[in-house]
Nanobody, 122 residues
Framework: QVQLVESGGGLEQAGGSLRLSCAASGRIFSINRMAWYRQAPGKQRDLVAVITGGGSTNYADSVKGRFTISRDNAKNTFYLLMSGLKPEDTAVYYC????????????????WGRGTQVTVSS
């Protein structure tokens, strides 16, 4: 039914930039909040950035000033522009979205992507 697919991960040097994309597809009626999480090996999955349906954003302290989350509602896609990358940004990045689908327009369900690997070399 509803699917989220991330793209844009890869290997980058410290100080470089990467842009992640998360495209939602399926019988989508509405998308509320969209968020990026990351999980480093042996660690818990942490929230990186979130953007509301109205466009308000919030970031983890560790990425403030370096990462920017944005969304394109017409394309049901959201992005994470990562600049000034550091080795500690290395992780699998997951997108999550609160989606109301046709047939269930009264409530939102959380959907997750499968993740994309970001590796930052020093």
């Amino acid at each position: 039914q509803v699917q989220l697919v991330e793209s844009g991960g890869g290997l980058e040097q410290a100080g470089g930039s990467l842009r992640l994309s998360c495209a939602a597809s399926g019988r989508i009626f509405s998308i509320n909040r969209m968020a990026w999480y990351r999980q480093a090996p042996g660690k818990q999955r942490d929230l990186v950035a979130v953007i509301t349906g109205g466009g308000s954003t919030n970031y983890a302290d560790s990425v403030k000033g370096r990462f920017t989350i944005s969304r394109d509602n017409a394309k049901n896609t959201f992005y994470l522009l990562m600049s000034g990358l550091k080795p500690e940004d290395t992780a699998v990045y997951y997108c999550k979205a609160e989606i109301a689908s046709y047939g269930s327009t009264d409530y939102y369900t959380d959907y997750w992507g499968r993740g994309t690997q970001v590796t930052v070399s020093s």
